[in-house]
């Protein structure tokens, strides 16, 4: 997994005050119950972004994430892979997400991405990107191919690998923000960056040379530039692609 219970999300730049907030639970189309959590910026400007987590699911970091996201004015929701085998619960350090993750199926994560992007359509979202980090970085990669009018998708220490069969039906915008220590090489990333902007899609990219997997973490002071610098990539990629 990308963060355990003692990662904490950095803040962005001058956040602001953050509005209603709490769990969901949201029902996919097939009927499935499935975890969520919302925040709302105390004044809303009409953009929202769905969370991807990591492979444990929605555990403590995304949901402080969601508040992240709302003190930059974005509604969030950030919601859980496993209802289909694992139901409703938490996801603390001793879920076992592995056995989880291998029954997991693409199909259900985009189904259910887009129940939650549809929830925050629901209240009030007229922009709305996805977000996601490791595994749910090319889930969110994904997510720009399943035809949900997204004004973009952002994703860290994403694996191309697991995005490669739906690469040419990306049609919506993209940001990657890559680990130049990950265990996933550069070279990889920037060869799927190449193939989806090579149909006409926007693709930025930024690598952080010297930081590894899981550096967009607060604890980790000496990768603060590189925080930072993500913080100004996704708002600059987001007040660019905002309708």
């Known amino acids: 997994?990308?963060?355990g219970d003692d990662a904490r999300p950095p803040q962005p730049p001058n956040p602001g005050p953050v509005g209603e907030h709490g769990d969901l639970?949201?029902?996919?189309?097939?009927?499935?119950?499935?975890?969520?959590?919302?925040?709302?910026?105390?004044?809303?400007?009409?953009?929202?972004?769905v969370i991807f987590p990591d492979v444990r699911g929605l555990h403590v970091f995304?949901?402080?994430?969601?508040?992240?996201?709302?003190?930059?004015?974005?509604?969030?929701?950030?919601?859980?892979?496993?209802?289909?085998?694992?139901?409703?619960?938490?996801?603390?350090?001793?879920?076992?997400y592995r056995e989880h993750v291998d029954k997991l199926e693409f199909a259900s994560v985009r189904a259910d991405a887009t129940v939650a992007g549809g929830w925050l359509r629901e209240h009030g979202t007229e922009s709305l990107f996805t977000v996601g980090f490791c595994f749910g970085g090319a889930m969110s990669f994904r997510q720009?191919?399943?035809?949900?009018?997204?004004?973009?998708?952002?994703?860290f220490y994403a694996i191309p690998s697991r995005v490669r069969?739906?690469?040419?039906?990306?049609?919506?915008?993209?940001?990657?923000?890559?680990?130049g220590q990950d265990f996933t090489p550069v070279a990889?990333?920037?060869?799927?960056?190449?193939?989806?902007?090579?149909?006409?899609?926007?693709?930025?990219?930024?690598?952080?040379?010297?930081?590894?997997?899981?550096?967009?973490?607060?604890?980790?002071?000496?990768?603060?530039?590189?925080?930072?610098?993500?913080?100004r990539q996704m708002l600059s990629f987001i007040d660019d692609k905002a309708a």
């Open 165 to 179: 069969d739906v690469a040419d039906e990306i049609s919506s915008p993209l940001l990657i923000l890559a680990a």
């Open 25 to 49: 639970v949201l029902r996919s189309s097939d009927g499935t119950e499935f975890g969520a959590y919302f925040a709302h910026p105390e004044r809303p400007t009409g953009r929202g972004i």
């Open 144 to 155: 720009a191919a399943a035809g949900d009018n997204l004004s973009g998708s952002i994703g």
């Open 188 to 231: 990889e990333v920037e060869q799927f960056a190449d193939r989806v902007r090579g149909h006409g899609v926007d693709v930025r990219m930024t690598v952080y040379p010297d930081a590894g997997h899981s550096f967009f973490d607060r604890n980790f002071g000496q990768h603060q530039a590189d925080v930072e610098d993500g913080w």
């Open 1 to 3: 997994m990308c963060y």
């Open 62 to 96: 995304y949901k402080e994430l969601t508040h992240s996201f709302a003190s930059a004015g974005l509604s969030a929701v950030a919601f859980d892979f496993f209802g289909r085998t694992a139901g409703v619960g938490e996801r603390g350090e001793d879920f076992n």
